[in-house]
């Protein structure tokens, strides 16, 4: 929608919308989205949170040894700490430990989310072990939750928190079920042990195949790095036991072939850093489709446009996931309470079929329509006009200018390079 639109039916409606508030609303996981969307939404609505784990921190959860996620004991941020933090709660420094550094690992962000939601007082609303296995509508105006375990409750509009790093993307090449090679994935990953003196293929190029390219190479013999991206070569270049390839075609057991033609033999490994894939088992697919992990019929990457009381935040990635999930979180409370008037369901389904089709008609792949990336400040700012909601504050701004640039000049030791002081000093409580 044109921001200009927008602004003027915020306007508009600010002279004679109702405000709808204390209505019952389903937040389904704990996670940093779910923490985010209880924060803001509870200000104006009745909030229960559901999480069928029994901590919050979703992903960052480290109780169970790092065998269920995404996350490893190693791992750390690729943001530091204060960017990464949502807007209305700094990280506090004490939380993570000195070595290291800015960008702090799995435990110090469990313990960040913790005291995010003792902030806001957000304990005594989740039920925890709470697995949701059913949402579906009871009529035009509310929606039935069903648990594993206890019994059915009913709402006025649910959100879905239930993060998109559980099911691991394995693409589908030749010879990948019977080649008989070992092939894992990033989410199988815990520490680089298993892979000593061996000669191991890496297949992905982002942050997350190139923090385990890193890795692995202090233990493995050879680590052949596959992707397509631009730059590869500069992320590993100190790593003399490291060589770029490109992807894979056809996986044999004697010889693996890629791309370019070229066959690479004697590799004991394969490990996926292929990415995850979008999941809702608790949703009719008469509610929502997946495609090629595009999720179908959403507005703003939010609303389910055909029945906008079903919402999702925390859908896109390449971002700065905690104050993405807030300002999200902040333009769908101004949905909820309609102080922002959207056009009727017709209007919003034809606004997202017609975004997806401009997205399918660019070059590129299908799968990539969440892939905020560089777009990610223009929909923030979209997301904050549209709603006359607080601009991004400056420090972030700020933040965020250092933070890219160090990344650019050093893109394969940012983590030890010093962050400007000036800009990363926290103000004080206030
Ligand atoms: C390897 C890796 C590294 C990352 N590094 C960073 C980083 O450095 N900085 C950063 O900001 N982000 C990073 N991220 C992104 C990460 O996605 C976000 O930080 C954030 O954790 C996502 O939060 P979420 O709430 O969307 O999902 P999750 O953290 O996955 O939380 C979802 C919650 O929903 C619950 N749930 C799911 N289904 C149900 C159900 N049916 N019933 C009840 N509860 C349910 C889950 O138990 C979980 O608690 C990284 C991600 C990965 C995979």
């Given at each position: 929608?044109?921001?200009?639109?927008a602004h003027l039916l915020v306007k508009l409606h600010g002279m004679t919308h109702q405000t709808r508030t204390n209505r019952n609303i389903a937040i389904i996981g704990a996670g940093a989205a779910g923490l985010a969307a209880a924060s803001v939404l509870q200000r104006t609505q009745s909030v229960t949170l559901f999480e069928q784990h029994s901590v919050?921190?979703?992903?960052w959860r480290t109780n169970d040894n790092f065998k269920h996620t995404a996350l490893y004991p190693s791992l750390r941020s690729n943001l530091p700490a204060g960017l990464m933090a949502f807007l209305d709660f700094p990280f506090q420094r004490q939380l993570i430990p000195e070595h290291e550094g800015d960008y702090p690992g799995p435990a110090a962000v469990a313990a960040y989310l913790q005291a995010y939601a003792g902030h806001h007082q957000l304990i005594p609303k989740i039920q925890f072990n709470a697995e949701v296995t059913r949402v579906s509508p009871i009529n035009d105006t509310q929606w039935l939750i069903e648990l594993a375990d206890r019994p059915a409750q009913i709402f006025d509009a649910v959100v879905v928190c239930?993060?998109?790093?559980t099911q691991p993307n394995r693409p589908l090449i030749e010879g990948s079920t019977e080649s008989g090679l070992s092939v894992l994935h990033a989410k199988d990953y815990i520490n680089p042990d298993p892979f000593r003196d061996q000669q191991v293929l890496v297949w992905g190029s982002k942050a997350s195949g190139m923090d385990l390219v890193r890795e692995i190479s202090?233990?493995?013999?050879q680590v052949y790095w596959c992707g397509h991206d631009l730059g590869m070569d500069a992320l590993v270049q100190d790593k003399s036991n490291v060589s770029i390839h490109a992807d894979p075609t056809k996986l044999n057991r004697d010889a693996i072939e890629l791309a370019d033609g070229e066959r690479l033999t004697g590799v004991d490994q394969v490990l996926l850093c292929t990415g995850y894939q979008y999941q809702f088992p608790f949703l009719d697919e008469a509610l929502i489709t997946i495609d090629d992990n595009l999720v179908h019929g959403l507005h703003q990457h939010i609303l389910l446009a055909k029945r906008p009381t079903l919402a999702f935040i925390g859908l896109p990635y390449l971002v700065i996931p905690f104050p993405l999930f807030l300002i999200q979180s902040q333009w769908l409370n101004a949905v909820l309470t309609g102080q922002l008037q959207l056009p009727d369901a017709p209007q919003l389904i034809a606004l997202s079929?017609?975004?997806?089709?401009?997205?399918?008609?660019?070059p590129g792949e299908p799968r990539h329509f969440h892939r905020l990336g560089a777009d990610q400040l223009a929909y923030l700012v979209h997301l904050i006009e549209s709603a006359a909601l607080a601009?991004?504050?400056?420090?972030f701004l700020a933040r965020l200018k250092a933070v890219h640039e160090i990344k650019l000049a050093h893109p394969q030791d940012f983590r030890a390079i010093e962050l400007p002081s000036q800009t990363f000093r926290d103000p004080p409580p206030a």
């Open positions: 929608m044109p921001c200009q639109w919050v921190g979703g992903l239930n993060g998109h790093y202090t233990t493995a013999k079929d017609a975004e997806v089709a401009q997205h399918l008609a660019k601009p991004l504050p400056d420090i």
